[in-house]
């Protein structure tokens, strides 16, 4: 309950573990029979596959994480400075 209210970051954080940075793809993919089911959209629907690593300050990996999004809900945020990247997801309601 505890990591689904704060995020795993911040529960991490609290535990003295700071996740520094992260690395981060997005690719596309269709759903197979299982994903399909448990997503509840048809088979070979869109889909987006996020692979993230992320880092401690010394640059030591901590977390590698998997997450299946199905394309239909997502939606992607960008912000771009001159000096700065900033790239959101969020599920849409």
Do not use: K, M, Q
């Not at 689904?4 to 996740?19: K, M, Q, S």
């Not at 269709?30 to 987006?48: N, Q, V």
């Not at 010394?58 to 900033?86: C, G, K, M, Q, W």
Request: negative net charge; proline residues 6%; without cysteine.
């Amino acid at each position: 309950a505890e990591l689904g209210r704060l995020g795993l970051y911040t529960l991490l954080a609290e535990h003295g573990v700071t996740i520094a940075r992260a690395h981060e793809s997005i690719s596309p993919t269709t759903l197979g029979p299982h994903d399909a089911r448990d997503l509840a959209r048809p088979l070979r629907s869109p889909a987006l596959v996020s692979h993230r690593i992320s880092f401690t300050a010394a640059s030591v990996p901590l977390i590698d994480d998997y997450a299946l999004l199905p394309a239909d809900s997502v939606v992607v945020t960008v912000n771009r400075t001159a000096e700065r990247l900033e790239v959101h997801y969020s599920l849409a309601d």
